[in-house]
């Protein structure tokens, strides 16, 4: 069974940090572009960030400098950093491994990941 699973999300105040992690089987880590995306209340999913194989790294714009994505191939683990948090940060933040295909059985399948999201409010 294909899984995308994230921890770490929490309550912080304005201004503080939270580490969120995903983890992932590692024919889908070393297959798939991965990245992040976030849904506050009442809006669209909207994209965070994102990381390729090769390690380059892009951000929405409202993010950056201040949220950090990274990669640790050695545990198949997909993590982003978020730090001096705004309140408008709050929403379920989301693990994605949605670029690429991945093969398995003798099968192959475009990648279109998800995890199950996890809650970050900043008051």
């Known amino acids: 069974h294909v899984q995308l699973v994230e921890s770490g999300g929490g309550s912080v105040q304005a201004g503080g940090s939270l580490k969120l992690s995903c983890a992932a089987s590692g024919y889908i880590f070393s297959s798939c572009g991965m990245g992040w995306y976030r849904q506050a209340p009442g809006k669209e999913r909207e994209f965070v960030s994102r990381?390729?194989?090769?390690?380059?790294?892009n951000y929405a714009d409202s993010v950056k400098g201040r949220l950090t994505i990274s990669q640790d191939k050695s545990k198949n683990t997909l993590s982003l950093q978020m730090n001096s948090l705004k309140t408008e940060d709050t929403a379920v933040y989301y693990c994605?491994?949605?670029?690429?295909?991945?093969?398995?059985?003798?099968?192959?399948?475009?990648?279109?990941?998800w995890g199950q999201g996890t809650q970050v409010t900043v008051s």
């Open positions: 994605a491994a949605d670029q690429g295909a991945y093969c398995r059985g003798g099968l192959c399948y475009r990648c279109n990941l």
């Open positions: 990381i390729r194989s090769d390690g380059t790294t």
